[in-house]
């Protein structure tokens, strides 16, 4: 009989050495395969964030009132065709600033004492632009200034004060960070005036983003 239980015994150790060597492996898998997700997880964000988006704060008011400043604005990264009215966030003498396009590579821009913005002689209208487009110091750009094929011209919608073009003179484009992929209020309608029209004295035409 006492050899009977010693046997039981021995073998009740066996079965619960395995159970806890199975349990042990299950815990050990289980943990691995944590890591391996949570490393997949740091490669997908590091792609999304790292490679194809980018995420910065509103850091002023120089595109109030459709972003005000500590807005957070997703850009995308791959972007490389940029049409007029479109947000772009870029690097400009060391600091992150954010704009909208005006005027291309191959255009001549011009900012007039009256407050007008002109694109290749032409008159632009922006109709949700509630501000005056002043230059600054005419020591910083010299106008009318004309742009190489790889720049862009840049205003924030808060023309009062706003870091733009205006300050720094053309954005090349390996200065953008990349382009808005938020919707920043509403549609910017630019509008191109030009004295060919013999019925008006005027020809328009309307760009929408």
Same mark, same amino acid.
């Given at each position: ?17 395995? @159970?806890?060597?199975? %349990?042990? +492996? ?8 944590? !890591?391996?997700? /949570?490393?997949? =997880?740091?490669? &997908?964000? @590091?792609?999304?964030?790292?490679? !194809? !988006? ?12 459709? +972003?005000?400043?500590?807005?957070? =604005? ?7 065709? &940029? ?46 632009? &509630? ?22 011209? =840049? ?17 090349? %484009? ?30 328009? /035409?309307?760009?929408?983003?």
């Amino acid at each position: 009989m006492a050899s009977y239980d010693r046997s039981d015994s021995f073998i009740r150790s066996g079965i619960s050495a395995v @159970w806890n060597s199975q %349990k042990e +492996i299950r815990r050990m898998s289980e943990i691995k395969a944590f !890591f391996i997700r /949570l490393v997949i =997880l740091l490669i &997908f964000l @590091w792609l999304l964030f790292g490679v !194809f !988006f980018g995420i910065t704060p509103m850091r002023g008011n120089d595109m109030f009132p459709r +972003i005000s400043a500590g807005d957070l =604005l997703l850009y995308y990264r791959l972007e490389k065709n &940029f049409n007029s009215g479109d947000v772009l966030v870029f690097r400009k003498q060391g600091k992150i600033s954010t704009g909208r396009v005006v005027a291309h590579g191959g255009d001549s821009v011009e900012i007039t004492g009256d407050g007008e913005l002109k694109v290749n002689g032409s008159i632009v209208i922006e109709t949700n632009v &509630f501000y005056k487009t002043y230059p600054y110091d005419k020591k910083k750009v010299n106008y009318p200034l004309s742009l190489k094929k790889d720049e862009v011209f =840049l205003l924030c919608d808060y023309r009062e004060g706003g870091r733009d073009s205006r300050y720094f003179g053309a954005v090349s %484009k390996k200065e953008i960070k990349g382009k808005e992929t938020a919707p920043a209020g509403e549609q910017t309608l630019v509008t191109y005036q030009t004295a060919e029209n013999s019925e008006y004295g005027e020809i328009v /035409l309307s760009i929408n983003r």
